[in-house]
C-alpha cells in the first residue's frame, strides 16, 4: 500500500530532551515536506526537501532540523524541545516539488512539558 | 487530529443533501489548488486539484469550482453520507521554478446529521 508512514503516532517528553519524528514514503516521491498543525492556525510548513541531500526552510523553522540521506525518509529533529514545539505534526510527500497534491501521514501528536 | 476541528465554521448538512464548502485564497498569482479532506485522528487526505487555467473539475461526487475574478474555491459534494464528515481545507499553491509554495487554509467542519 502507498503511504507515508510517520512515527511515533504520540510522544510525551521534557524540555531540552532530543526527540527524532521519522518519516518513510514507499512512492518513490522526489519532495517530502514537514508541517505542524495548531488550532486556528492550520498547516504551517517547517521544513522541505526537493530531493536527497536537497532541503529547505519553511514557514515555521526555528528549532528544528532535518535530513535526507535517502529518497526514502526525511527525519524530523528536535534537538531541545520547547513547550512551544507542543504541536501535531504531519510528514509529507508528493510526486514532484510542482504541480501535485501530497499524501499525508497519520500524524505524530508531541507534548513537550 | 481531535482539536484541530475546534473552534472552525462549521456546516450541517443532512444526509443526503449536496454540501458547498467555501474559501477564498489570497493570491490572486497562485496557479494551482488542492481540497484536502481530513477525519478526526487522521491526516489530511487529497480530494481534488485544480489548475489556474481551468474554472470547474469534476470527481467522483466532488466538484471543485475555480473563479479567479474574486479568488473563491468550493467544494461541492453531492448526496452527503456520514462519512464525509470531516475537516476540509483549501490549499493554494504558487509555482516557482521547480517548487510551488503551497499555503493550507484553516477548515471548514462538515457535520453531516443523519
Known amino acids: 500500500e502507498a503511504q507515508v508512514t510517520q512515527n511515533p503516532r504520540y510522544l510525551i517528553t521534557v524540555t531540552g530532551k532530543k526527540l527524532t519524528v521519522t518519516c518513510s514514503q514507499n512512492m518513490n516521491h522526489e519532495y517530502m515536506s514537514w508541517y505542524r498543525q495548531d488550532p486556528g492556525l492550520g498547516l504551517r510548513q517547517i521544513y522541505y526537501?526537493?530531493?536527497?541531500?536537497?532541503?529547505d526552510k519553511g514557514d515555521v523553522p526555528e528549532g528544528y532540523k532535518v535530513s535526507r540521506k535517502e529518497k526514502r525518509n526525511f527525519p524530523l529533529i528536535l534537538e531541545s524541545p520547547s513547550p512551544n514545539q507542543t504541536s501535531l505534526y504531519f510528514c509529507?510527500?508528493?510526486?514532484?516539488?510542482?504541480?501535485?497534491?501530497?499524501?499525508f501521514g497519520s500524524g505524530t501528536r508531541l507534548t513537550v512539558v | 487530529g481531535e482539536s484541530v476541528g475546534l473552534h472552525l465554521p462549521t456546516l450541517s448538512v443532512q444526509e443526503g443533501d449536496n454540501s458547498i464548502i467555501n474559501c477564498a485564497y489570497s493570491?490572486?498569482?497562485?496557479?494551482?489548488f488542492i481540497w484536502y479532506k481530513q477525519e478526526s485522528g487522521k491526516g489530511p487526505q487529497f480530494i481534488i486539484d485544480?489548475?489556474?487555467?481551468?474554472d470547474k473539475r469534476q470527481g467522483q461526487r466532488v466538484t471543485v469550482l475555480l473563479n479567479k475574478t474574486v479568488k473563491h474555491l468550493s467544494l461541492q459534494i453531492a448526496a452527503t453520507q456520514p462519512g464525509d464528515s470531516a475537516v476540509y481545507f483549501c490549499a493554494e499553491a504558487l509555482g516557482s521554478g521547480g517548487y510551488q509554495k503551497v499555503t493550507f487554509g484553516i477548515g471548514t467542519k462538515l457535520q453531516v446529521i443523519p
Open positions: 526537501s526537493m530531493n536527497v541531500e536537497v532541503t
Open positions: 493570491n490572486s498569482a497562485s496557479d494551482y
Open positions: 485544480i489548475r489556474s487555467n481551468m
Open positions: 509529507a510527500s508528493s510526486l514532484f516539488p510542482r504541480g501535485y497534491g501530497y499524501t
